[in-house]
């Protein structure tokens, strides 16, 4: 995959319609990967990136305190970039302020507006990758099948069952994040990524293979799902490695972390949190 440092004119305005999948992978506090749907995320030059916020999620903390990020964008024709940025300031106007509010997703919507644009200086983008639809559908293919072989058979459920259905939509996007030995955070495509019960996923490698197999055995890693219709999970555990399940490769990973990242209610969902009563008004 070819790196560069700078976008070219035609990428920049491939990244202007807010219809897009834009993802944004951060570090956590406590050291680990987290991914958000970003699809705000522009080219306010060839070298800087800009996120408009509109809600308040754990994403924009998290820049602020390790600003070391990884980026994924995806157009409507199937294109996807991937790079690396790190995060350098936020402004609540000026020109990006004025241009995000002025696009109709956001001037026209009666609940919210961008209210914070955030800066981030590009440190290297790939070329477009089409997106490699034959091969995602044979790994699919062999992930369904393979997979009832890799189930935990624990009982008791992590994901709720709307979660673990969404995992499974054969047509649902997903994208593993995990922490580079650098430091930056890396994203890589798993669209062929289901369920195999509601404690594990399990994916073939046979599409995007040479990302798959740089993931550490043991790394604690960030899994994204996404439905055209908007309905999205985070999930974070630790992978597991390649084995045989089925006499098929499949990659694991054990689920020990639920987020719903949907607004307007972030917030996590396993391990449950206790209700506590509101004492202080």
């Not at 809600?55 to 602020?64: D, L, N, P, V």
């Not at 997106?131 to 890799?150: C, M, Q, S, Y």
């Not at 509601?198 to 043991?218: D, M, T």
Request: charged share 20%; net charge positive; glycine share 6%.
């Amino acid at each position: 995959m070819n790196k560069r440092i700078s976008f070219t004119p035609e990428e920049m305005k491939a990244f202007e319609p807010a219809e897009k999948v834009g993802l944004v992978a951060s570090i956590s506090p406590q050291g680990l990967p987290h991914i958000s749907l970003i699809t705000s995320i522009m080219a306010a030059n060839p070298t800087q990136l800009t996120l408009g916020e509109f809600c308040k999620g754990m994403s924009k903390e998290y820049i602020q305190q390790n600003p070391n990020v990884a980026f994924l964008i995806m157009t409507l024709d199937r294109r996807i970039w991937r790079g690396r940025a790190k995060w350098t300031h936020f402004k609540k106007d000026g020109p990006e302020y004025e241009t995000y509010n002025a696009m109709p997703m956001f001037r026209y919507n009666a609940y919210f507006g961008i209210n914070t644009v955030h800066y981030l200086d590009l440190i290297e983008t790939s070329d477009a990758e089409a997106l490699p639809v034959p091969a995602i559908t044979r790994a699919a293919l062999i992930t369904r099948f393979a997979k009832n072989g890799a189930g935990t058979r624990v009982e008791e459920r992590i994901l709720k069952p709307f979660a673990e259905e969404l995992f499974n939509k054969l047509d649902a996007l997903k994208f593993i994040a995990y922490i580079g030995g650098d430091g930056f955070p890396v994203i890589v495509p798993i669209i062929q990524c289901q369920a195999a019960d509601s404690r594990r996923l399990v994916f073939s490698p046979r599409a995007y293979k040479e990302g798959l197999n740089k993931i550490p055995k043991g790394a604690t890693v960030a899994v994204f799902s996404l439905t055209m219709g908007m309905e999205d999970v985070l999930v974070r555990g630790t992978f597991l490695g390649f084995k045989r399940y089925r006499f098929l490769r499949l990659g694991a990973v054990d689920i020990n972390w639920v987020y719903n990242s949907m607004p307007p209610s972030h917030g996590q969902i396993y391990p449950e949190i206790e209700l506590k009563p509101v004492v202080n008004f």
